[in-house]
């Protein structure tokens, strides 16, 4: 099956994004039995023997939901893989997601030709997130199948481009599948994603504001408290510019409004500075742009429920209604 075929059915066109530390069985079970493609990052499995189990507890509760729902079958799940040289369970993750046949894998932080092969080997599909055009180029060279374009203001680790220049600069040469990430948290979003030349928006921040998420109850709150002017971009807490949450910062000890740049040639992902220095996303909470529109923790279904009203309501007043039910077609 294609990825046009596999994600071209979706009754909304979201993939859930991966989210370190945040996203577990219980989040992506939730998104993919609410119609959107649920995924999480192989190292939030830990240990390493534990991403088997939870790859089956996934597919044993979305054909329990099929069987119960032919109606409306569940979406499909993706894993993310690190692909940064730094990520020593790579090679065991990979092994793992090969013996279960992992439907999609998202790719980040280097696009890498064997990665590819194995995942074609059992016929999954391959999408790799990308700040950039020079980027975007390599990932296709090296046999991705689909992109992600991380535009400015998206959570975790994000570019600094705006999404019309990234996406129409993608769009001047690659006509596949194309995911758009950066502040995307309404329904409304997800259609001008689409109006820009993406086939899908790719949604996060969001998401920890769910019950399912595995944040800290204050991680939530935080993110239910806070706007945009809250986002901080800063390399200091991994080597790599992302966004977080300025209170966490100040929880923290620091001045979000003075961080140094780090030295990423002497940090790894996930690993931090040092002991001395505050850690990504345990310490220090990522957070995207679009954060001023959750107002409140809810189920992730019922968030997946409140983007659907808004997509459908935004398309319905942009075209005539004879037309709102047509839902435009991924690129083969």
């Known amino acids: 099956m294609t990825l046009p075929q596999m ?3 979706l009754p909304l066109p979201v993939v859930g994004a991966p989210m370190f530390i945040l996203s577990g069985p219980e989040l992506v079970i ?20 534990l991403l088997d189990e939870w790859l089956h507890q996934i597919r044993e509760a979305l054909d ?8 409306r079958p569940s979406a499909p799940f993706a894993v993310n893989q690190i692909a940064h040289r730094s990520n020593a369970r790579l090679e065991e993750d990979l092994e793992t997601c090969v013996k279960q046949r992992v439907p999609i894998v998202i790719t980040s932080l280097g696009a890498r030709e064997e990665v590819n092969e194995a ?10 997130d990308v ?20 535009a400015a203001g998206a959570g975790g680790h994000a570019g600094t481009t705006s999404p019309f220049a990234l996406i129409q600069e993608i769009r001047q040469w690659f006509d596949g599948p194309l995911l758009l990430s950066g502040s995307i948290a309404t329904g409304r979003a997800v259609l001008a994603a689409q109006a820009m030349g993406a086939d899908m928006a790719y949604v996060g921040s ?22 945009a002017s809250d986002i901080v971009y800063s390399n200091f807490f991994s080597g790599v510019h992302g966004n977080y949450l300025a209170p966490s910062i100040a929880r923290a ?16 992902f996930g690993q931090g500075g040092g002991s001395e220095r505050p850690k990504a996303w345990r310490d220090v909470w990522g957070c995207g742009q679009g954060v001023g529109v959750v107002e409140e923790v809810v189920p992730a279904g019922a ?5 659907q009203r808004e997509y459908d309501a935004a398309r319905a007043a942009l075209a005539p209604r004879s037309q709102s039910s047509s839902q435009p077609e991924l690129r083969a």
């Open 64 to 71: 329990a939901h099929d069987r119960a729902h032919p109606d």
């Open 131 to 150: 700040i950039n055009d020079r980027f975007a180029r390599k990932a296709i060279d090296k046999g991705a199948d689909g992109l992600i374009a991380v």
């Open 119 to 128: 995942v074609h080997g059992y016929g999954g599909l391959v999408l790799h």
């Open 206 to 227: 969001a998401f920890i504001a769910t019950d399912e998420a595995r944040a800290q109850p204050e991680y939530k709150q935080m993110v239910v408290d806070s706007c």
């Open 303 to 307: 968030l997946v429920a409140r983007l």
């Open 7 to 9: 994600l071209g059915r």
């Open 30 to 49: 939730a998104q993919c039995k609410a119609g959107v493609v649920g995924s999480f990052p192989a190292l939030n499995a830990r240990p390493q023997s």
């Open 253 to 268: 000890g620091l001045d979000p409004g003075n961080l140094p740049d780090a030295d990423p040639s002497k940090m790894s």
